[in-house]
């Protein structure tokens, strides 16, 4: 099991994140950090042979109501998945949202467009993984996705903090109970019900000893998604999701 660590969009603070960990996550796509206008050299540099995953943009919703409009999603994600191979990614996560989330026959559009894009990844050499964003408004619900990653086969990217935020721990126990089987990417940070969020493990209400019992055999990635460039922070919160996944970091 690997451990590494998002980096948003800014490959200055990539640059100088820890080297402890074993790869970075890179947000990529308009307007900020386009992948043709990275410069190969300087995230090898950067990467110092650390493995490379992205994360596709969040404000592009994954299924519109209007066909051409879906088309050109897709054809924009295929864009940016082939070059995120060409940079030598592994993994993309990919935002499982909506234009109406509470439409269930609309739910057959959602299916289609997550498995073309996941179709694309696989062109492109990268595993593209759905992450649950059920906590926002366009996103689909975690019940929705799990079904829908099934039904897809699509990897998921089960971010732990935006599942406290939808339903509690219990969503957190439900989903993995369910669905853990389809997961090969995890987003690890802590969460607080008043509204703080991506803070560092153990600074919130999410029970990471249900990862620990649920996830035991875990053999995928782990990302650290918290919100701070505090490196005593950073590593305090890896190695407290690597103690309860049974790994050393």
Do not use: W
Not at 161 to 174: C, I, L
Not at 205 to 231: K, M, N
């Amino acid at each position: 099991m690997d451990i590494g660590l998002t980096v948003g969009d800014d490959l200055d603070r990539l640059e100088a994140s820890p080297a402890r960990f074993d790869f970075y996550e890179l947000g990529v796509g308009e307007p900020t950090l386009v992948p043709g206008d990275i410069d190969p050299d300087r995230l090898d540099d950067a990467l110092d042979g650390r493995d490379l995953l992205v994360r596709l943009p969040y404000s592009q919703r994954l299924a519109t109501y209007v066909p051409e409009v879906n088309d050109a999603i897709v054809d924009y994600q295929r864009r940016l998945l082939k070059a995120a191979g060409d940079l030598g990614a592994e993994k993309a996560v990919l935002h499982a949202t909506s234009a109406d989330r509470d439409d269930t026959e609309f739910r057959e559009v959602a299916a289609d467009q997550l498995r073309r894009v996941a179709d694309a990844g696989r062109e492109a050499g990268v595993e593209v993984v759905v992450e649950n964003v059920g906590h926002q408004h366009a996103g689909l619900q975690l019940s929705v996705l799990g079904d829908l990653a099934r039904e897809t086969d699509t990897p998921i990217c089960f971010d732990v903090g935006h599942a406290y935020m939808e339903g509690d721990n219990k969503a957190v126990k439900r989903f993995l109970r369910s669905h853990g089987d389809r997961i090969s990417h995890l987003h690890c940070h802590d969460v607080r019900r008043r509204g703080d969020t991506h803070l560092p493990v153990g600074a919130g209400e999410v029970d990471y000893g249900i990862v620990e019992s649920e996830l035991g055999d875990f053999d995928g990635t782990v990302a650290l998604e918290v919100f701070t460039d505090d490196e005593t922070l950073l590593l305090d919160s890896a190695e407290r999701v690597a103690a309860r996944l049974g790994v050393d970091f």
